[in-house]
């Protein structure tokens, strides 16, 4: 059993669902967890109030948002659920609007969800697959998709023609008009759990095939710790709506639109260390 289908069952899965806005289509994410026994209703009121209060900021890529809250006493254990809309919603996102796909994810203990979310992210950063993600007739035909063999470390309109990684050497590197690099990357979210593991997740992902992670670490956080720890690092990547929350905290803060596009990424990394 894969990490994805330990979390996301076909009970937890519900397909062309009937929303009238953002806030029935995170309630419908959250019954199916309250069902399976996973949280409480007062979870799912939480994950609403995170949108409420800091903006739709798990909305992080084109259609899909990543619903999800601190953990507390009202989850009982880790578990995911996915919702495909039978209409697109708005949730007020300037890029990502309108959204078609749900999925909540419910945190009991900080790691166990990791690969999840590290195979997810590649997953719906793949043209082909979100595609099939999206004609899928059966949660069963969603979980087949989720958990077959891994996409192409290449997908398609992921890397823009002739761009070449850069020499291994991110030791060496200095971010643009700055000092040598600190050797780490922030990428913030609300709870430090969901969007900023999606982001990282992705982020990674770049930085294998550059030949740059043995020199840079990655770390997923909330606002309030990414306010102490920014000046650790080279920089903070984060959605408009975290960076507004942020202001100014001594390093860039780099906005990104689509936490699964590695094309997007790619592009940051080169502008933010001048390669």
Avoid at 249 to 270: C, Y
Wanted: aromatic residues 4%; proline residues 5%; negative net charge.
């Amino acid at each position: 059993m894969s990490d994805l289908d330990r979390l996301l069952t076909r009970d937890s899965i519900h397909l062309d669902a009937a929303a009238a806005d953002w806030r029935a289509a995170i309630t419908a994410a959250g019954e199916l967890l309250e069902r399976e026994g996973a949280v409480t209703g007062a979870y799912t009121r939480a994950m609403i109030d995170s949108v409420e209060e800091k903006g739709p900021y798990i909305v992080v890529a084109p259609g899909f948002a990543f619903a999800h809250a601190r953990p507390s006493e009202a989850v009982h254990r880790t578990a995911m659920s996915w919702v495909r809309l039978a209409e697109p919603v708005e949730f007020g996102h300037d890029a990502n609007d309108p959204v078609t796909l749900v999925v909540a994810l419910a945190a009991k203990d900080p790691k166990e969800h990791l690969r999840a979310m590290r195979r997810l992210a590649t997953v719906l950063g793949s043209p082909e697959r979100r595609a099939a993600l999206d004609r899928a007739a059966t949660p069963d035909e969603v979980l087949a998709v989720l958990t077959e063999g891994a996409p192409s470390s290449s997908p398609a309109g992921e890397h823009p023609a002739g761009a070449a990684a850069p020499d291994a050497g991110a030791e060496r590197a200095t971010t643009a008009g700055a000092a040598a690099s600190r050797n780490k990357i922030l990428t913030v979210c609300g709870n430090g759990l969901g969007t900023s593991l999606f982001l990282k997740n992705t982020l990674e992902q770049v930085l294998d095939r550059w030949g740059w992670s043995p020199f840079l670490t990655v770390e997923a956080t909330d606002t309030i710790s990414a306010r102490g720890k920014a000046k650790e690092a080279d920089c903070i990547l984060t959605s408009g709506e975290i960076a507004r929350t942020l202001g100014d905290v001594g390093v860039p803060v780099r906005v990104v639109e689509n936490f699964t596009s590695t094309a997007e990424l790619d592009a940051a990394l080169r502008e933010l260390y001048d390669v």
